[in-house]
């Protein structure tokens, strides 16, 4: 393993443990506190497994968009997408709980000319994003969960 590799791979080892104390405390608090810091902001995505059916709940960065919220799937920089992600392509109707409350929504992949412009949007909100972006091969999906 070449430094780099070892950087990332500690890098998100401790994305992802500081990532679990955060997500049992918005898991049991229906998405409170919604914030992670000054501006990064959280929810708590509830999907269908698609091979099981039963609910799977993930704690997730968002930035807001109008009325829904958009969220991408980077899996920590990962190559292999996320399997919130892969539920929805299987299901796109979820749950959202964010500041306690709980709504209904369906995710839908930004394509093209709205995908470009909301991803720059996303990576200058958000750093983690941008260094994932940068570390994988695989294009990151912009998803817009809108409310229905």
Do not use: I
Not at 16 to 45: I, S
Request: hydrophobic fraction near 35%; charge should be positive; charged fraction near 30%.
């Amino acid at each position: 393993m070449t430094v780099p590799e070892t950087f990332h791979a500690l890098r998100q080892r401790s994305y992802r443990w500081f990532a679990r104390g955060h997500n049992r405390l918005l898991l049991r608090t229906r998405g409170r506190p919604e914030r992670l810091g000054l501006r990064l902001r959280c929810l708590v995505l509830e999907t269908t497994g698609r091979r099981s059916g039963q609910p799977r709940r993930v704690v997730l960065l968002y930035m807001r968009d109008g009325d829904g919220f958009v969220v991408v799937a980077s899996n920590f920089g990962g190559e292999r997408p996320p399997a919130w992600w892969v539920n929805l392509e299987a299901d796109p109707h979820a749950f959202v709980e964010c500041r306690g409350r709980r709504m209904a929504v369906r995710a839908r992949e930004l394509q093209g000319d709205e995908r470009t412009a909301t991803l720059a949007r996303a990576m200058a909100y958000n750093k983690q994003w941008r260094s994932y972006a940068s570390t994988v091969q695989r294009p990151l999906p912009v998803v817009r969960l809108e409310p229905t």
